[in-house]
């Protein structure tokens, strides 16, 4: 091979290394990019919300509260979030978390000991509220969890529990009015 035809060569391996160098370039940009992205995503969701006063808070028995004070981000009732920047969120804070506490009550009360097997394909009963008939109905589960239901060994004690709810629990369709 002569000098000149090596030279040639030497040329167009520059020219692919740089191609090659270029395009890896692009390519960790775009890695950089992405990444970033990743980043920004998970801090979409802050810890703690700003709040601006006066806010309304949820205590552990279920008063909503309206306060002027500006919580420390430290403060239980922050750590708890049972913070609200409006009145109506504060309340469906409570009638949801009462509805829960109210399930779990009737369980212990009625099916304590019984926690669903969902290797089997048994039915797992549960109370779900149907917006449609405005009421708490039963419905099961065979192989998934949805990790806010409250489980029933028998369809009968989860009927029990849903004609409880539908006579002692008032739920309100209403639009969020942000006050």
Same mark, same amino acid.
């Given at each position: 091979?002569?000098?000149?035809?090596?030279?040639?060569?030497? +040329?167009?391996?520059?020219?692919?290394? !740089? !191609?090659?160098?270029?395009?890896?370039?692009?390519?960790?940009?775009? =890695?950089? $990019?992405?990444? &970033?992205?990743? /980043?920004?995503? /998970?801090? +979409?969701?802050?810890?703690?919300?700003?709040?601006?006063?006066? =806010?309304?808070?949820?205590?552990?028995?279920?008063?909503? !509260?309206?306060?002027?004070?500006?919580?420390? /981000?430290?403060?239980?009732? =922050?750590?708890?979030?049972?913070?609200?920047?409006?009145?109506?969120?504060?309340?469906?804070?409570?009638?949801?978390? !009462?509805?829960?506490?109210?399930?779990?009550?009737?369980?212990?009360?009625?099916?304590?000991?019984?926690?669903?097997?969902?290797?089997?394909?048994? +039915?797992?009963?549960?109370?779900?509220?149907?917006?449609? &008939?405005?009421?708490?109905?039963?419905?099961?589960?065979?192989?998934?969890?949805?990790?806010? &239901? =409250?489980?029933?060994?028998?369809?009968?004690?989860? $009927?029990?529990?849903?004609?409880?709810? &539908?006579?002692?629990?008032?739920? $309100?369709?209403?639009?969020?009015?942000?006050?």
């Amino acid at each position: 091979m002569s000098n000149e035809e090596i030279l040639k060569e030497l +040329d167009a391996l520059k020219f692919t290394i !740089q !191609q090659n160098s270029t395009a890896a370039k692009i390519l960790l940009e775009k =890695v950089e $990019e992405l990444s &970033n992205e990743i /980043k920004d995503q /998970k801090e +979409d969701v802050p810890e703690t919300i700003e709040y601006h006063s006066p =806010v309304f808070t949820v205590n552990y028995v279920g008063d909503i !509260q309206k306060s002027g004070v500006l919580w420390d /981000k430290e403060d239980d009732i =922050v750590k708890s979030h049972r913070i609200f920047q409006w009145k109506s969120y504060a309340k469906k804070f409570k009638d949801k978390t !009462q509805i829960i506490a109210d399930l779990l009550y009737f369980k212990w009360l009625h099916d304590r000991d019984y926690e669903p097997d969902f290797k089997s394909s048994n +039915d797992k009963w549960y109370v779900k509220y149907d917006w449609g &008939n405005e009421s708490f109905e039963v419905d099961y589960a065979r192989f998934y969890s949805d990790l806010s &239901n =409250v489980f029933f060994s028998k369809k009968e004690i989860a $009927e029990k529990c849903a004609d409880w709810l &539908n006579k002692t629990t008032k739920i $309100e369709r209403k639009e969020n009015d942000n006050k």
